[in-house]
Nanobody, 121 residues
């Protein structure tokens, strides 16, 4: 499966952005899709994920502010980000996996190119 993330850009603290992850391939609906982010000088970290059965998972740092959803008819996963903080600034990546720990970078087989999110105070 091929993935393409989009929707990043500049935002003010307290603002909102919606990221999209568009996927190719008829097996999209069978994958867990995750969002990860990487800030300069830091390791890539888990943000949120949605399973094939629509179960959702969030990092503590974004729980209550970010919402992940999927539209299998459009082969797309969304990450609605609200209440943005400067510490949310990072390159955001979407990834797909079919088996493994949902929050682990190493569990994901397919990765898209990232989209930059920059939040200013």
């Amino acid at each position: 499966v091929q993935l393409q993330a989009s929707g990043g850009g500049p935002a003010q603290a307290g603002g909102s952005l919606r990221l999209s992850c568009a996927a190719s391939g008829r097996t999209f609906r069978s994958y867990t899709i995750g969002w990860f982010r990487q800030a300069p000088g830091k390791e890539r970290e888990f943000v949120a994920a949605v399973s094939w059965s629509y179960g959702t998972y969030y990092a503590d740092s974004v729980n209550g502010r970010f919402t992940i959803s999927r539209d299998n008819a459009k082969n797309t996963v969304f990450l609605q980000m609200t209440g943005l903080k400067p510490e949310d600034t990072a390159v955001y990546y979407c990834a797909a996996q079919s088996l493994g720990v949902v929050t682990a970078v190493s569990s994901y087989t397919y990765w898209g190119y990232g989209t930059q999110v920059t939040v200013s105070s």
